[in-house]
C-alpha cells in the first residue's frame, strides 16, 4: 500500500480527474446550489460562478470544484468558504507561485491547474478536504471584454456542475449605454425543454436572461443526463450606434471608446491567397481548403481583384497579375482551385514574398490590400530560417498592407506566423483539424471580407496611458475599441478624433463628451472602466512582447506584470495560489496554453482574437509500478513491418507497370541504397509479401481520420528502422518517441520519460502509455501499437507493430494495407504474382522481424511498392512528423 501522498502524487501525474474518482463520492456529495451570474457593463463582462457543497458523509472527504471559462478571459478571484472561514487565492508572480507549487508538490501536496479544452474554454478545477456534514462554497470570478466579430458580441457561458442541482440559477445581466440593437440566446441549453427555463427581459439599456431550469430540467435536457446540464449558453447581441463617432464613456478618470461605424461604402479590396499545398496537407485538409477557397471566391466583390498562388517546393501562380473578380476569372480560378493537389515540401519564404510581389505590382490607391497565407507545417525548403523570412517578408511588405497567417492544425509553427503577422499589421488564426475547418477557414474570411477603413488614427487630446491608437484596417463587422486615462479630471469635455481613409478620401470624426456626463454605471460596478483599461492594456503588452527585444520587452513585461498583480488577473504573467484550510496545502491556478504542441514555443502570450496564450507548462512525469509484460504472440497483428538488412535495393519510380528495373535475373537488381522492408501477411497465404521503401525518409505510417489518430516516423539515412516516431491523436495529443526518449503532450502537460527507466505508465481517457525497458505500448482511442526498441551494432532505433486497430474504417499509410491478396502464377523466369489482375514480378526475399525483440529471418515476397499500395512512395511522405 502506498500511503496518501505518494497516492496523491501519482494521480496528478496520470492526470486522473473527477470521472475516476467521482463515481462514489458522488452520493455523499450534495451540490446543494449552483450559481453562475454575469454582468455585461459596455462590452465588459465579469462573471461569477459560486457553488455550495455538502459533504453529507460521516467522514471527511476531498470535494471537487471544476468549472469552465473562457479563453480569452482573465480569472480575478478565487475564493473558498469552509466553516465560516474564507481562503482567497491571491496572484502572484509566476516564478514566485510556482516555488511555493514546487515546495508543495515536494511535500506530497497536489496543485490545481487550469486547463485548455477544445477552442474557445479552460478548465479550472481545485478540490478541498471537507469535514463530515461539514460544507464548502467555491466562489470563482473572471472578467473579459467581449469583441465584436461579423456584427455580434458573444458571451459564452458553460454550465457543468457534475450532478442535478437543487438551486440552479444563471443571470446574466447586460448593459449598454447607447441601447441593445438584438438580442439572442442559443446554445445547447437553450434546446428543447430547457428553452422554457430561459427568460429573457428587455429595456431600454438593459437586457436580464434568466435561466433557472428545475432539477427535473436538468436531468432531462437533450445534452445533460444524470449527472445533470452539461453545455452551453450563448447571449448574442449588438447596440445601437445612431453616433457615427463612436460611444465615449467616461468613468473616474478612465474613458473607453467604441468606434464602429458602418455607414460607411466598402473599399474595394485586393486580396491575395497563399495556399500550403504540401504533403503535410494531404487528406481532409486539403479538400477543405479547396471548398473554402470555392465558397470564398464565390463571396468576392465583382470589383474586388484577387490573386491564388499555391506554394511546395515550388511556387505557383494562378495568374501572375490580381485579376478582377469578374464571372470568367472567378470560373477559371475555381477550377484552378479544384485542381490543388497536395505534394512536396514547404517553402512559405517564396511564397509569401511572391504574394507581396503580386499585390505591389497592382495599383492600390483608394483600396484595401490583403495577403492570407494558409499552411499546415514549418518551412521546410527554400529559406528555412524563420529569422530571415520574417526579415524577409516584413522588408517587401513595408507597412503598407496586413499579412494574416492561418495555421492549419497542430504540426504548424503558430508562434512563428503569430510573430510574422504582428510584424506585419494582421493577426494569426489557428484552424483547428476537424469537420468544420472549411468553415473557420470561411468564418475568417468573412471577417475581413468588407473592409471600409485604412489607415485608421485615433486621437484623444487629454488622454493618457492609451492603448493602441492606431490601425491599418477597419472592417464592416468589427469594432475598434481605445481605453485610457484622462490626465486633467478636471476638464468639462473630452475630445475624441479619428482619422482615416475611407474609400480613398481622407475622412474626420470627431465628438465631444462631457466628463461629467457619466454612465448609468451601478456603483458595484463603478471602477469596472478602469479594470477594462487595464485589462485590454495588459493583453497588448503581452501582444507586442512577441515582437520586443532586449530592454524594452523587459519593462513591458514588467509593466504588464505590474498591473497583472495590481488587478489580480491570472495572465501568463502570473499564477494564482490558493492556500487551503490543510497545513500547508497549496494549489497553483496557471493561465494555460493554447494547444500549441509544448516546449518549444518561444512567444510568451498570445491573443489573435480567438485567445491563444503559448505558455510554457510545468512538467510532470508520473511513476506506477508493476506492469504486466507484453506477449506480443498473443495478438494477431494486421500489419507486421520489417527492416532489411543492409544494404538492399532501390525501385526506380515512378515504375508504371509495377516492374522492377531488370527482369532477367532471379535475384532483385542490387542498388547501394538502403531501404526499410516493410512485411504485409495476406489472408490465405503462408508467404506474406514485403517493400522496400528506400531511406532517409519521413513516412505517414498509419493514419485514422475517423478516430484522428495517426503515426508518422523519420528514418536517417545508413540506418535501420525509425530515429523518430511521432503518434498524434485527436487535436492535442502528441507523443514523440525517439531513440533516446519519450514525450507526450496533451495540450496541458508535458511528460517526459526516458527509455531504461524503471515502469512507467500514464492514463488519460482514451490514451494509455506504458513504457518498460525497451518497448512502449500505446493506446489511443481503439487504436494499439507496439514500438520496439533495438539495439544492432551499438545503434538504436524504433520498430511500430500495431496490436489492435479498428475494423471497418479506412486505414491509411504504409502500415494501414489490409486488403490486398495475391495468386501465384508460373512465370517464365522471374517468379510472378498476380495481384489486382496485374502481373507482379517478384522475387523471394527474407527480412528480419524487427517487430520481436528476438528478431526472427522470415521469408517473403518481394514486390515494388507501388504494387502493394497503388501509390507513389511520395504519396505518403510527410514533412513533418
Ligand atoms: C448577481 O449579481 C448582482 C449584482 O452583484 C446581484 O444583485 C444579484 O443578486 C446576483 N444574483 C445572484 C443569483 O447571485
Ligand atoms: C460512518 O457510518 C458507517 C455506517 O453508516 C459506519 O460503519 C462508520 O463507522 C461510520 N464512520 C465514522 C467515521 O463514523
Ligand atoms: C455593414 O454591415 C451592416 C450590418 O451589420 C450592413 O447593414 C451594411 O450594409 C454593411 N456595410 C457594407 C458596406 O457592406
Ligand atoms: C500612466 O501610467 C503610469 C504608470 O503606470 C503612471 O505612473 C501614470 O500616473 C499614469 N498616467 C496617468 C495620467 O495616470
Ligand atoms: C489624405 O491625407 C494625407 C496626409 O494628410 C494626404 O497626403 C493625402 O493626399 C490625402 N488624401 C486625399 C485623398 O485627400
Ligand atoms: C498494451 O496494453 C493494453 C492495455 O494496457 C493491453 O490490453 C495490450 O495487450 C497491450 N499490448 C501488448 C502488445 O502488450
Ligand atoms: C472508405 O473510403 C471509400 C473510398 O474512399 C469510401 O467509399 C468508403 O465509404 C470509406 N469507408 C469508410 C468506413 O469510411
Ligand atoms: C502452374 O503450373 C502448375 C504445374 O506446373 C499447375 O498445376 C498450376 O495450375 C499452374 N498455375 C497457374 C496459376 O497457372
Redesign the pocket.
Known amino acids: 500500500m502506498m500511503d496518501r501522498a505518494a497516492l496523491r502524487l501519482i494521480l496528478l501525474g496520470v492526470f486522473l480527474i473527477s470521472a475516476s474518482l467521482g463515481v462514489k463520492k458522488k452520493q455523499n456529495v450534495d451540490i446543494y446550489s449552483f450559481y453562475i451570474n454575469s454582468t455585461v457593463t459596455s462590452r465588459y463582462a465579469t462573471t461569477v460562478i459560486t457553488s455550495r457543497v455538502a459533504n453529507t458523509l460521516n467522514e471527511s472527504q476531498e470535494i471537487q470544484f471544476e468549472v469552465k471559462i473562457p479563453k480569452n478571459a482573465f480569472i480575478s478571484k478565487f475564493r473558498m468558504t469552509i466553516e465560516g472561514k474564507t481562503y482567497d487565492g491571491v496572484v502572484k508572480e509566476k516564478e514566485e507561485a510556482q516555488q511555493q507549487y514546487n515546495q508543495a508538490v515536494s511535500r506530497g501536496q497536489s496543485a490545481g491547474l487550469v486547463k485548455s479544452v477544445g477552442r474557445t474554454l479552460e478548465d479550472f478545477k481545485t478540490s478541498v478536504t471537507v469535514a463530515a456534514f461539514s460544507k464548502v462554497t467555491f466562489e470563482l470570478t473572471y472578467e473579459e471584454l467581449l469583441k465584436r466579430r461579423l456584427g455580434k458580441y458573444e458571451l459564452l457561458i458553460n454550465a457543468q456542475p457534475m450532478q442535478p442541482v437543487a438551486d440552479f440559477k444563471m443571470d446574466v445581466h447586460i448593459q449598454e449605454k447607447p441601447g441593445i440593437s438584438f438580442l439572442e440566446v442559443k446554445g445547447d441549453l437553450s434546446t428543447g425543454d430547457l428553452a422554457n427555463a430561459i427568460k429573457t427581459t428587455r429595456a431600454d439599456k438593459d437586457a436580464w436572461v434568466t435561466f433557472y431550469p428545475t432539477r427535473d430540467q436538468q436531468t432531462k435536457c437533450k445534452s445533460c443526463g444524470e449527472n445533470g446540464l452539461n453545455g452551453d449558453m450563448l447571449v448574442t447581441y449588438d447596440v445601437n450606434r445612431q453616433n457615427p463617432n463612436g460611444e465615449i464613456m467616461v468613468s473616474k478618470g478612465y474613458f473607453v471608446h467604441y468606434f464602429a461605424p458602418s455607414n460607411v461604402p466598402r473599399i474595394s479590396k485586393n486580396v491575395v491567397f497563399i495556399i500550403d499545398q504540401s504533403g503535410s496537407m494531404s487528406g481532409q485538409k486539403i479538400k477543405q481548403t479547396r471548398l473554402a477557397l470555392l465558397r470564398i471566391l464565390s463571396d468576392l466583390d465583382e470589383d474586388d481583384h484577387f490573386g491564388l498562388i499555391t506554394f511546395d517546393s515550388e511556387v505557383n501562380l494562378w495568374k501572375r497579375e490580381l485579376l478582377k473578380a469578374t464571372e470568367e476569372n472567378l470560373k477559371n480560378a475555381k477550377s484552378f482551385v479544384k485542381e490543388i493537389r497536395d505534394r512536396g515540401a514547404t517553402d512559405i519564404n517564396a511564397a509569401v514574398l511572391a504574394g507581396v510581389d503580386m499585390i505591389k505590382r497592382h495599383p492600390r490607391e483608394g483600396t484595401a490590400s490583403i495577403l492570407i497565407l494558409l499552411t499546415d507545417g514549418d518551412p521546410t525548403t527554400g529559406e528555412t530560417n524563420i529569422e530571415k523570412i520574417m526579415a524577409n517578408v516584413k522588408e517587401a511588405i513595408g507597412t503598407k498592407f496586413p499579412l494574416y497567417c492561418l495555421g492549419f492544425g497542430y504540426d504548424v509553427n503558430f508562434d512563428f506566423l503569430i510573430k510574422m503577422s504582428l510584424e506585419n499589421s494582421g493577426v494569426a488564426r489557428r484552424i483547428y483539424e476537424d469537420s468544420d475547418a472549411d468553415l473557420q477557414l470561411q468564418g475568417f474570411y468573412e471577417e475581413v471580407a468588407v473592409p471600409l477603413l485604412t489607415d485608421i488614427q485615433l486621437k484623444y487630446p487629454g488622454g493618457s496611458n492609451l492603448t493602441k491608437t492606431s490601425f491599418s484596417l477597419y472592417f464592416n463587422g468589427s469594432e475598434i475599441v481605445v481605453s485610457g486615462q484622462i490626465t486633467d479630471n478636471s476638464v468639462e469635455s473630452f475630445t475624441t478624433e479619428v482619422i482615416a ?1 475611407s474609400k ?3 475622412v474626420t470624426y470627431q465628438d465631444n463628451t462631457m466628463t461629467k456626463d457619466t454612465s448609468d454605471v451601478p456603483p458595484e460596478n463603478e471602477d469596472f472602466m478602469q479594470r477594462l483599461w487595464a485589462h485590454l492594456t495588459v493583453k497588448q503588452l503581452l501582444d507586442r512582447q512577441v515582437l520586443l527585444k532586449g530592454q524594452e520587452k523587459e519593462d513591458e513585461k514588467k509593466e504588464s506584470l505590474k498591473l497583472s498583480l495590481k488587478y489580480q488577473f491570472v495572465t501568463p504573467l502570473t499564477s494564482m495560489v490558493v492556500t487551503k484550510p490543510q497545513e500547508g496545502d497549496v494549489e497553483v491556478a496557471n493561465k494555460p496554453k493554447e494547444g500549441e504542441r509544448g516546449g518549444e514555443s518561444t512567444a510568451d502570450y498570445y491573443d489573435s482574437d480567438l485567445s491563444h496564450y503559448p505558455v510554457q507548462h510545468s512538467l510532470q512525469a508520473a511513476k506506477i509500478i508493476a506492469v504486466d509484460d507484453f506477449d506480443l504472440y498473443d495478438h494477431p497483428l494486421p500489419t507486421y513491418m520489417y527492416d532489411h538488412p543492409l544494404p538492399t535495393y532501390l525501385y526506380d519510380h515512378p515504375l508504371p507497370t509495377y516492374a522492377f528495373p531488370t527482369m532477367h535475373t532471379t535475384t532483385p537488381p542490387a542498388v547501394q541504397v538502403h531501404s526499410n522492408r516493410f512485411l504485409l501477411p495476406v489472408v490465405g497465404q503462408s508467404k506474406p509479401l514485403c517493400f522496400d521503401v528506400p531511406v532517409p525518409h519521413k513516412l505517414r505510417l498509419l493514419q485514422d481520420s475517423a478516430s484522428e489518430f495517426s503515426m508518422n516516423g523519420e528514418s536517417l539515412s545508413e540506418q535501420n528502422g525509425f530515429h523518430q516516431i511521432a503518434i498524434h491523436y485527436k487535436t492535442n495529443h502528441h507523443l514523440i518517441i525517439s531513440t533516446k526518449s519519450i514525450s507526450y503532450h496533451n495540450g496541458q502537460d508535458n511528460v517526459e520519460i526516458l527509455w531504461g527507466q524503471e515502469l512507467t505508465q500514464h492514463n488519460t481517457d482514451g490514451v494509455s502509455l506504458v513504457v518498460l525497458e525497451n518497448e512502449m505500448n500505446v493506446t489511443m482511442g481503439n487504436i494499439g501499437v507496439v514500438i520496439i526498441s533495438h539495439k544492432k551494432d551499438g545503434v538504436m532505433f524504433l520498430w511500430p507493430a500495431i496490436w489492435e486497430y479498428p475494423k471497418d474504417v479506412n486505414l491509411t499509410g504504409v502500415l494501414g494495407k489490409s486488403d490486398i491478396s495475391y495468386v501465384k502464377t508460373n512465370g517464365s523466369q522471374t517468379p510472378t504474382l498476380k495481384m489486382k489482375d496485374k502481373e507482379v514480378k517478384t522475387y523471394l526475399e527474407t527480412v528480419s522481424d524487427y517487430r520481436l525483440h528476438s528478431t526472427p529471418t522470415r521469408e517473403c515476397w518481394l514486390v515494388p511498392f507501388q504494387a502493394v499500395m497503388e501509390a507513389e512512395i511520395s504519396d505518403f511522405t510527410v514533412t513533418q512528423l
Open positions: 481613409v480613398g478620401s481622407n
